[in-house]
């Protein structure tokens, strides 16, 4: 053999381990990987691949290890390469799993953990994730579906109750799931991830001092606990302990100046009382932060459109679709259109998406579109459908949402249609008023309230829809708008009580109330038209008296909606509209008085 056969022979031996070389060269590797010395760790994975590409160990592992230092691409390859040599491991599909969600990949993460199931219908780990994934997505009810999948695989798992609970919270089942965190907190007391699902669901369900206690055993394990921190400040911001809810958003961004979502829940505190130069910068820092997170773009977009920024307030806005807390968007299968197409000779479907308030407010965009050539149907809520469609009669055509609709070459949502028309403050469409109430419906409501009791009569709303996030701040007692009667006949526009209403109303019997007797909105359209104003906190009743061109006073809370913007006392949607700001949160008193004394000057004209 010659010198230089016998370098290539040394030289192939070396390249070619041993089982034995092998193995510890996998032993070095992982005894660095579990030491926390990633770098180090892959760099021997690496050559052991290098030397031996079917090494199925090496390839998993390195999938593991890159996967832990967040190198997602690279821990994807190296998983598809463990699934090449052995197609029959769960653990790999699951994992190769968890790289494509980290990769934003989320349909194949799902199908990479489905692929794990049909190998194992018993892999606990696959049903978690694939959970986990499903709630992510705002799928509450597949989510709900595997965790009961995993329980039923490991009964004592406290993770699984705990994330099995926080989805039926996400469902608004809030007994139910306090019990999964009740259950997995028995079988291990300290879990400071079960303490935060618990606590939030505790917010939810209004019982926010036993949302602070809770959170407070997460501060007594871990002082320094940001998620614990945020969840403290949200809690104190339902109990109106607003400076106190500002100290524990801040000290959450001391601890980490990163965390986006105490930056957003910061500026909207500071929106609520009234701070809101300081909300905006903390609102563009959440932003810049997470200049791709729907919550920093939506919370931007408010402010935008708060201030009549409105051309990046429309564009923001569109976050809503990434959101969870929002209704899906339907009709996803038709193409959306926003103003790019031209629409003459095609059928284009308009649909509501939010509270009643927000249709009548956007419902004029209708018009609009018709008048660039296409047919419209305007879906709406039921109770809507009459007044719309009569009055637009003859430009488009209104179906009640659950009607069957024709087929349509473009589908657009009602509060989509401002971005549409890239409508600014000067460019606002119909604002005089564009709806229209029914004689026939008028005169009887003429009959039925008889002859005028007083110098005019004024229709009152105190209170919104209970459910509406933020009811606790718009909503207002009956009793303390009782001032009023003393400037003219009132009359109760609304069609639910809350408590203690009864009361006030059997403690002064001139207050008239009609709600019982109202029908749909073309019911009460014809009785607002039979009075000389309106006041109202923000529910649909002010958006109705506005769009119908009645003088309208509408009562705020210092944050109030987006609409109603900002330090002044007109809005360019209802030129109708009067509004009276609360100057600190909660003085309903102080704001009764104001409306009071200008109603009194209406007096003195």
Same mark, same amino acid.
């Given at each position: 053999?010659?010198?230089?056969?016998?370098r290539?022979?040394?030289?192939?031996?070396?390249?070619?381990?041993t089982?034995?070389?092998?193995?510890?060269?996998?032993?070095?590797?992982?005894?660095?990987?579990?030491?926390?010395?990633?770098?180090?760790?892959?760099?021997?994975?690496?050559?052991?691949?290098?030397r031996?590409?079917?090494?199925?160990?090496?390839?998993?592992?390195? @999938?593991?290890?890159?996967?832990?230092?967040?190198?997602?691409?690279?821990?994807?390859?190296?998983?598809?390469?463990?699934?090449?040599?052995?197609?029959?491991?769960?653990?790999?599909?699951?994992?190769?799993?968890l790289?494509?969600?980290?990769?934003? =990949?989320?349909?194949?993460?799902l199908?990479?953990?489905?692929?794990?199931?049909?190998?194992?219908?018993r892999?606990?780990?696959?049903?978690?994730?694939?959970?986990?994934?499903?709630?992510?997505?705002?799928?509450?009810?597949?989510?709900?579906?595997?965790?009961?999948?995993?329980?039923?695989?490991?009964?004592?798992?406290? @993770?699984?109750m705990?994330?099995?609970?926080?989805?039926?919270?996400?469902?608004?089942?809030?007994?139910?799931?306090?019990?999964?965190?009740?259950?997995?907190?028995?079988? +291990?007391?300290?879990?400071?991830?079960?303490?935060?699902? %618990?606590?939030?669901?505790?917010?939810?369900?209004?019982?926010?001092?036993?949302?602070?206690?809770c959170?407070?055993?997460?501060?007594?394990?871990?002082?320094?606990?940001?998620?614990?921190?945020?969840?403290?400040?949200?809690?104190?911001?339902?109990?109106?302990?607003?400076?106190d809810?500002?100290?524990?958003?801040?000290?959450?961004?001391?601890?980490?100046?990163?965390?986006?979502?105490?930056?957003?829940?910061?500026?909207?505190?500071?929106?609520?009382?009234?701070?809101? +130069?300081?909300?905006?910068?903390?609102?563009?820092?959440?932003?810049?932060l997470?200049?791709?997170w729907?919550?920093?773009?939506?919370?931007?977009?408010?402010?935008?459109?708060?201030?009549?920024?409105?051309?990046?307030?429309?564009?923001?806005?569109?976050?809503?679709w990434?959101?969870?807390?929002?209704?899906?968007?339907?009709?996803?299968?038709?193409?959306?259109?926003?103003?790019?197409?031209?629409?003459?000779?095609?059928?284009?479907l308009?649909?509501?998406?939010q509270?009643?308030?927000d249709?009548?407010?956007?419902?004029?965009y209708?018009?609009?579109?018709?008048?660039?050539?296409?047919r419209?149907?305007?879906?709406? =809520?039921a109770?809507?459908?009459?007044?719309?469609?009569?009055?637009?009669?003859?430009?488009?055509d209104?179906?009640?949402?659950?009607?069957?609709?024709?087929?349509?070459?473009?589908a657009?949502?009602?509060?989509?249609?401002?971005?549409?028309?890239a409508?600014t403050?000067?460019?606002?469409?119909?604002a005089p008023?564009?709806?229209?109430?029914?004689?026939?419906?008028?005169?009887?409501?003429?009959?039925?309230?008889?002859?005028?009791?007083?110098?005019? %009569?004024?229709?009152?709303?105190?209170?919104?829809?209970?459910?509406?996030?933020?009811?606790?701040?718009?909503?207002?007692?009956?009793?303390?708008?009782?001032?009023?009667?003393?400037?003219?006949?009132?009359?109760?526009?609304?069609?639910?009580?809350?408590?203690?209403?009864?009361?006030?109303?059997?403690?002064?019997?001139?207050?008239?109330?009609?709600?019982?007797?109202?029908?749909?909105?073309?019911?009460?359209?014809?009785?607002?038209? =039979?009075?000389d104003?309106?006041?109202?906190?923000?529910?649909?009743?002010?958006?109705?008296?506005?769009a119908?061109?009645?003088?309208?006073?509408?009562?705020l809370?210092?944050?109030?909606?987006?609409?109603?913007?900002?330090?002044?006392?007109?809005?360019?949607?209802?030129?109708?509209?009067?509004?009276?700001? =609360?100057?600190?949160?909660?003085?309903?008193?102080?704001?009764?008085?104001?409306?009071?004394?200008?109603?009194?000057?209406?007096?003195?004209?």
């Amino acid at each position: 053999m010659s010198e230089g056969s016998a370098r290539r022979t040394e030289s192939s031996a070396h390249t070619e381990p041993t089982p034995h070389d092998a193995r510890e060269a996998l032993e070095e590797a992982l005894r660095l990987h579990t030491q926390g010395d990633f770098d180090a760790a892959q760099v021997r994975y690496d050559a052991l691949l290098a030397r031996q590409p079917d090494h199925l160990e090496a390839a998993q592992l390195s @999938g593991l290890c890159l996967l832990t230092a967040g190198h997602a691409e690279r821990a994807a390859a190296r998983f598809r390469r463990a699934i090449e040599l052995d197609p029959r491991r769960p653990i790999a599909h699951v994992k190769l799993g968890l790289a494509l969600k980290m990769l934003g =990949q989320v349909e194949d993460a799902l199908i990479a953990f489905d692929r794990a199931l049909a190998i194992d219908p018993r892999y606990f780990e696959a049903w978690m994730e694939r959970g986990i994934t499903q709630a992510a997505l705002d799928r509450p009810v597949n989510a709900l579906a595997c965790f009961d999948h995993a329980i039923s695989i490991e009964p004592a798992h406290p @993770g699984a109750m705990s994330n099995r609970g926080d989805t039926l919270r996400r469902l608004g089942r809030i007994e139910e799931a306090l019990a999964c965190f009740d259950h997995a907190l028995a079988i +291990d007391p300290g879990n400071v991830d079960v303490l935060l699902n %618990r606590s939030t669901a505790l917010r939810d369900a209004r019982r926010n001092l036993e949302a602070l206690d809770c959170v407070e055993r997460i501060l007594a394990i871990d002082p320094s606990n940001t998620a614990a921190l945020n969840n403290q400040g949200n809690a104190r911001v339902n109990l109106r302990r607003y400076d106190d809810a500002i100290e524990s958003f801040t000290r959450a961004i001391d601890l980490d100046p990163g965390f986006a979502g105490a930056w957003i829940n910061l500026a909207n505190t500071l929106v609520t009382i009234g701070r809101h +130069d300081e909300a905006r910068v903390a609102s563009d820092r959440a932003l810049a932060l997470a200049p791709n997170w729907p919550s920093a773009l939506w919370n931007a977009g408010l402010h935008d459109l708060r201030t009549g920024r409105y051309a990046t307030g429309w564009e923001r806005y569109e976050a809503r679709w990434q959101m969870s807390g929002f209704s899906l968007r339907r009709y996803k299968d038709i193409p959306l259109w926003l103003g790019k197409e031209d629409l003459r000779g095609k059928r284009i479907l308009l649909w509501h998406e939010q509270g009643l308030g927000d249709t009548i407010h956007f419902c004029r965009y209708a018009i609009m579109v018709a008048a660039l050539g296409a047919r419209v149907v305007l879906e709406v =809520q039921a109770s809507l459908k009459t007044l719309i469609a009569s009055s637009f009669k003859g430009m488009i055509d209104v179906v009640a949402h659950g009607d069957r609709v024709p087929s349509f070459d473009f589908a657009t949502p009602l509060m989509s249609l401002p971005l549409a028309f890239a409508t600014t403050a000067s460019t606002i469409p119909f604002a005089p008023s564009y709806l229209k109430a029914d004689p026939v419906r008028i005169e009887a409501w003429r009959a039925r309230l008889g002859p005028m009791r007083a110098r005019r %009569r004024i229709g009152i709303a105190c209170a919104g829809n209970p459910k509406h996030k933020g009811d606790a701040h718009r909503s207002v007692d009956l009793g303390l708008l009782v001032p009023l009667a003393q400037y003219g006949e009132l009359i109760i526009v609304q069609k639910d009580r809350r408590r203690g209403d009864q009361a006030t109303l059997d403690a002064h019997p001139g207050i008239v109330n009609v709600g019982p007797s109202l029908g749909d909105f073309s019911d009460t359209a014809a009785l607002v038209a =039979q009075l000389d104003l309106v006041i109202s906190v923000d529910t649909s009743l002010a958006h109705l008296a506005g769009a119908l061109g009645k003088p309208v006073w509408v009562l705020l809370p210092p944050h109030s909606d987006w609409r109603w913007e900002l330090g002044r006392d007109d809005n360019p949607w209802y030129p109708s509209a009067r509004l009276f700001r =609360q100057r600190t949160v909660g003085a309903w008193g102080e704001l009764v008085t104001r409306v009071c004394d200008a109603l009194a000057a209406l007096d003195a004209e």
